[in-house]
């Protein structure tokens, strides 16, 4: 009846895989504190979370025990949602009766006085307290972390920030198949949003189609830029209600959520016929794109596609200089995962990364243009995982 | 042509309430950190905050001056969306070209290596070096509150995060009338979902109702908690594909932004006729409700509000003992603001404060119901900014 929507072998599988890293990490268990890692380990996405803007939950994960650490508000509907009762630690105080008080979320009330209290008790009930720990450091706020040396002044806690984000860059066949839903959605999302552009049409009324189109695909929309003319030139800005006028460049970048995993897509319309430059200049970001396409495999270095990028935009009547700070990064349960591809990362692709490739050219006062795609790194190249209206459109003016 | 959605009027009256604030602190100027505080301070809301979960903003505020300290990705957006270019202090590194170099978003890459030396920039701009600083340091990484003590040593810095939320608690004109347009937006959206519930029909399919019609009115989803039968017991959880049956209770908890202000609206349905405990217990949440609105004035204490409501709940039929951590919470730019109507907050209210009242009820095995609104503080009294549906809606069976 819980209808998780998240299939249970993929949480089963990032489990495995979380385990299996585990055993030649240097740290015999991890405390996971992200909103993203959280997930990857356990499934579970905490609405409080979405409300509060910071993750109230964690996970400790051990070669064969996964213990939840969250509020007592979290606890009802994480085990709805499938997380095991007796391996939950809460904290905090919210009230959910029961009939006959059986039911354990009804009994959690202040089971631990605070977060860092219920972390300290679940490393306690693993028997970890003269372990060493790893711990995403980076989404651990100052105070909890000066709680848990006082709590377990013990143990040796290891930031496994990065070791994490090495976890999940490599994707399971499970995630790769959300990933591409979740850029297939905005691809079908932007495309409508085209298919309204019209001369006198306004930027947030194509806003409202995209975003409509979103969330009835059940995907939550987290940026939705929408732009046009001068505007398309501004990055990232939120629509306005500029009307379109011919000679518009129409730029979309467009990213969300589905079951955890982002999307985020770019696409470019112009109105009516495009003029010279237009017509190169996309000719040469598209071209541009197509060469990382061609480029990428394992072992490539994401340095080499970021130079391999800008060098055909320059090479292919593209704008010169091509000045960019990067040309795509990852993509998984957050919108920018290492590795970047930046001029100065050293990272050489891997089977099962995933990727935004993009190369956005922006010049105030004339407009803006991008293609964005995501893909997923295999044995001998890519696959695209979005591909539908890459072309400059031509909206008929 | 830019079109900044937000009326400019309100954004000039936000910081005159600041700086006549200002005048009364235990400091000469203020530096806002927060997305919710530097939007007050400034109007502007920053897409790439959203996609990177961490607003990258400041504002710098004395009795004459503001000065914005930003990435340079979000100048050419500020500036179109009213920023001022020439007191704008960029960091990092992106690039917007221009035709001739000569917009201002196009030389600023660079023009500080990171935030922390743009915000020591901003702060020997203004000299205010030997300074006493207000800072809402809850929004502050250590790394950089490090940073800051480093490279301004002789500066006080005073955390202003109560201060800010202190100024930010009384609500101007025009602040009341955005949160009551978020309000209605909700209210409308989750009357929707309530005219499209049935037999048979699935908590995924009503969300898809209400958040349809939230972003068609412009307004970012942030939770949408559908829940019917014994998941309407299970509080924050999300919706499932759980199908509608006679007797159940269907529970909506629905939030988002509308310019940036928070909507937080809870209603219950039941499908067909209520069971004698469904109707009597949702009749005291109801009446609890209304006894808060009739007790909330000027000079009345938070505390003396949840006690009413709970006392009210008990001596209505309503559920023995009636348990709560709080029976409300301000609302504004952030969706929990201070004062919340807790069993321990001795704060009195004051006009123009605007608040969610609410008195829900979880039983696991049983279900959840709750009545939720809106509303503000009158001179001597308060006014509803949401009035529709708060009954038990019976939905044919």
């Known amino acids: 009846m819980s209808a998780r929507l998240i299939d249970p072998h993929l949480i089963s599988a990032r489990q495995d895989r979380l385990r299996s890293q585990l055993e030649q990490a240097p740290f015999d268990s991890v405390l996971t504190l992200s909103a993203a890692n959280f997930?990857?380990?356990?499934?579970?996405?905490?609405?409080?979370?979405?409300?509060?803007?910071?993750?109230?939950?964690?996970?400790?994960?051990?070669?064969?025990?996964?213990?939840?650490?969250g509020p007592v508000a979290d606890s009802a509907p994480g085990f709805d949602a499938g997380l095991n009762p007796d391996d939950y630690l809460a904290y905090g105080r919210f009230y959910f009766e029961s009939d006959n008080g059986s039911a354990r979320a009804s009994q959690l009330v202040d089971e631990h006085a605070d977060y860092a209290?219920?972390?300290?008790?679940?490393?306690?009930?693993?028997?970890?307290?003269?372990?060493?720990?790893?711990?995403?450091?980076?989404?651990?706020?100052?105070?909890?972390?000066?709680q848990l040396a006082e709590l377990l002044p013990l143990v040796q806690f290891v930031d496994a920030s990065d070791w994490l984000a090495g976890v999940r860059a490599i994707k399971l066949p499970g995630e790769v198949a959300l990933l591409e839903q979740s850029a297939r959605i905005v691809e079908s999302a932007i495309l409508a949003g085209i298919a309204a552009a019209g001369v006198g049409v306004t930027e947030a009324e194509i806003a409202r189609v995209v975003t409509s189109a979103m969330v009835t695909a059940d995907t939550e929309p987290r940026f939705v830029v929408v732009t046009s003319g001068p505007r398309s030139a501004l990055a990232d800005a939120y629509a306005t209600n500029r009307a379109l006028q011919p000679g518009d460049l129409l730029r979309f970048d467009v990213g969300g959520m589905y079951e955890?995993?982002?999307?985020?897509?770019?696409?470019?319309?112009?109105?009516?016929?495009?003029?010279a430059k237009q017509k190169s200049f996309y000719e040469a970001i598209l071209v541009a794109e197509q060469a990382?396409?061609?480029?990428?495999?394992?072992?490539?270095?994401?340095?080499?596609?970021?130079?391999r990028a800008v060098d055909v935009v320059e090479a292919s009547g593209g704008p010169r200089p091509y000045r960019r700070q990067h040309c795509g990064h990852g993509i998984g349960l957050e919108v920018y995962e290492s590795p970047i591809i930046r001029p100065d990362s050293p990272t050489p692709l891997e089977a099962g990364m995933t990727f935004c490739f993009e190369t956005p050219y922006y010049e105030l006062g004339w407009g803006g243009m991008?293609?964005?795609?995501?893909l997923v790194v295999t044995e001998n190249g890519i696959r695209l995982l979005s591909d539908r209206g890459r072309d400059l459109t031509v909206v008929a003016a």
């Not at 997930?39 to 979405?50: E, K, L």
């Not at 300290?120 to 972390?145: F, K, N, S, Y």
């Open 260 to 275: 955890g995993y982002w999307s985020d897509l770019g696409r470019t319309a112009v109105i009516g016929e495009p003029s």
């Open 117 to 146: 209290q219920a972390l300290a008790a679940a490393v306690t009930r693993l028997q970890l307290q003269h372990g060493r720990i790893g711990i995403d450091e980076r989404a651990c706020p100052m105070p909890l972390r000066h």
């Open 292 to 307: 990382q396409f061609d480029m990428a495999r394992p072992g490539v270095l994401a340095q080499d596609l970021f130079t």
């Open 370 to 374: 991008m293609v964005e795609d995501t």
């Open 39 to 69: 997930d990857y380990a356990t499934g579970y996405r905490s609405v409080s979370a979405t409300v509060h803007g910071i993750s109230p939950l964690a996970a400790l994960v051990s070669a064969d025990e996964l213990l939840v650490i």
